[in-house]
């Protein structure tokens, strides 16, 4: 069993308002080293934003494009073209020159960032759709319906022999779907609002509600192995890193929890703190 500290840094939300913007920069040299790509949010499932590209010492601004409709989704690159969706419901793709590449109107309001696998487009819709667009054709390859308008992205992960995406809704449900043809899997139920995106990492996933629980899910079961409540709410997503989870709220409250009871878990994780994270108060 993997062992898994639940570390709980929490800071104030801000909102943004305003045009969707994107920008290009290069210092004139090229980026070195790793994969390109950032397919989904935060760059991979595990949702840590990592990534070993060397990007310019001093970037400069090539181009910058700016669309008519505000956005709240994070941007995604595949081959070179960057999508990202707006709250119209418009899909967009601007290539590295900053040339528009790719237009789908969903015609129904969008606020998650796309996930791309293999030619496929994932998006969650306001509506309560989770569908299927072909990159290639803007086909769409199927819908499934839930409950709720589904704010976040949809992770990645193997189920046996097949792929399949997961992404929480309003209505409560941690979904696990078959990613080609859009099949539920499994299914979690939480009971309450899941706003941000599930962290998923050697067969479970990590998502934080609105009733203020982090629960840890069994992606092939669908099953719950275990849960902390944080006290407050769990909007965004969290993030899985080196055997320990790390997860935003809404109040100035921070400190640890180990999900392995066992395991020292205030002292392990306090040799990873910064002197102020330390100011803060931890919990067994």
Not at 147 to 160: K, L, R
Not at 217 to 222: A, C, L, P
Request: glycine content about 12%; proline content about 4%.
């Amino acid at each position: 069993m993997m062992k898994l500290f639940l570390c709980i840094a929490t800071v104030f939300a801000a909102g943004l308002t305003g045009l969707a913007g994107l920008s290009g920069c290069s210092n004139g040299s090229s980026m070195s080293g790793g994969n390109r790509d950032w397919p989904l949010f935060r760059g991979n499932p595990a949702l840590d934003g990592t990534s070993d590209v060397r990007l310019p010492r001093a970037p400069v601004l090539l181009w910058s494009y700016k669309s008519d409709s505000p956005s709240l989704s994070s941007p995604v690159v595949v081959g070179g073209t960057t999508y990202w969706s707006d709250r119209r419901g418009r899909i967009r793709g601007i290539d590295a020159e900053g040339m528009e590449v790719f237009d789908l109107d969903l015609d129904t309001a969008v606020d998650a960032a796309p996930t791309i696998a293999d030619g496929v487009m994932y998006i969650g819709r306001v509506d309560g759709f989770m569908s299927a667009v072909s990159l290639t054709d803007r086909r769409r390859i199927w819908d499934y319906e839930t409950m709720g308008q589904i704010s976040a992205p949809a992770g990645i992960t193997d189920f046996e022999d097949r792929r399949a995406i997961v992404f929480g809704s309003y209505d409560g449900t941690l979904y696990c779907l078959d990613a080609l043809t859009g099949e539920k899997i499994t299914g979690f139920d939480s009971g309450y609002y899941l706003n941000g995106a599930a962290a998923i990492g050697e067969g479970m996933a990590v998502v934080g509600g609105c009733d203020t629980w982090l629960r840890v899910v069994d992606t092939r079961t669908g099953v719950q192995t275990d849960s902390l409540m944080l006290d407050n709410y769990i909007p965004a997503s969290p993030a899985l890193s080196g055997g320990y989870c790390y997860s935003l709220g809404l109040n100035l409250y921070c400190g640890s929890h180990c999900v392995q009871r066992s395991l020292p878990c205030v002292e392990a994780v306090e040799s990873l703190l910064t002197e102020a994270e330390r100011s803060c108060r931890c919990r067994r």
